[in-house]
């Protein structure tokens, strides 16, 4: 079965504090995880995908097989990353999406 | 382009009353999927569709719930009867199967109230 556990459902820190937002999954084949963002007032949307590599608005996230994670970071948070974010994941080559149940980032002045 | 087009924004209905969402994807989009979102067992995945044939509705939590594309530019999910803990956000997205892996774009819900 596939299931993303994302633990904390309230996160707060101040600006310019790293931020880190866990999420941890179950799967048995290889899958392929993202990240998606809701900002107030906006549609979820996809943030990045692990299969990119790539740093967006300053977040990354690194796949860990052996610990089954897929943690987002950034070095220093500003305020306008305040939102709802969501961890996700596919099987390899699937479509369906199973997501997290979110996590509210506050970021504070 | 507008995006993923969803009406109602908001709905509020008794118990009992069939509910009616709608969901028009973007243009040229060939999958469908249509999720609920609530505060206990977040975003969930109820049904989704390519090019216009259900493929998965193992999310669909009872047979009170339906849903249809009857062409690639509508989709509709019902619900009756309804009842309060269906209360939640629904969200419609679609994606272009082929295209960017995981990327699914969402329309802004339609928040379902039943008292």
């Known amino acids: 079965a596939q299931r993303v556990t994302q633990p904390e459902k309230l996160l707060s820190v101040f600006k310019g504090a790293p931020v880190e937002l866990k999420c941890n999954y179950s799967?048995?084949?290889?899958?392929?995880l993202f990240w998606y963002v809701q900002y107030s007032r906006q549609r979820l949307q996809l943030l990045l995908r692990?299969?990119s590599r790539e740093s967006i608005k300053g977040f990354t996230a690194d796949l860990n097989k052996g610990e089954t994670s897929f943690h987002l970071k950034k070095p220093f948070a500003q305020e306008e990353d305040s939102a709802m974010y969501y961890c996700?994941?596919?099987?390899?080559?699937?479509?369906?999406?199973?997501f997290g149940q979110g996590t509210r980032l506050t970021i504070n002045p | 382009d507008a995006g993923v087009i969803q009406s109602p924004r908001h709905e509020v209905t008794e118990m009992g009353q069939e509910v009616t969402l709608r969901c028009k994807p973007i243009?040229?989009?060939?999958?469908l999927f249509w999720y609920r979102q609530t505060m206990m067992r977040g975003l969930e995945l109820l049904i989704y569709?390519?090019?216009?044939?259900?493929?998965?509705d193992s999310g669909m939590p009872e047979d009170r719930f339906s849903a249809k594309m009857p062409n690639a530019s509508f989709s509709t999910l019902k619900i009756q009867p309804s009842e309060p803990r269906d209360s939640a956000v629904y969200f419609c997205?679609?994606?272009?199967?082929?295209?960017?892996?995981?990327?699914?774009?969402f329309g802004p819900g339609t928040r379902l109230t039943v008292l």
């Open positions: 997205a679609s994606s272009l199967r082929g295209g960017g892996v995981g990327e699914q774009f």
């Open positions: 799967y048995s084949g290889s899958p392929e």
């Open positions: 692990h299969i």
């Open positions: 996700a994941l596919s099987g390899q080559g699937a479509q369906k999406l199973v």
């Open positions: 243009s040229g989009h060939n999958s």
């Open positions: 569709f390519n090019n216009n044939v259900p493929i998965d």
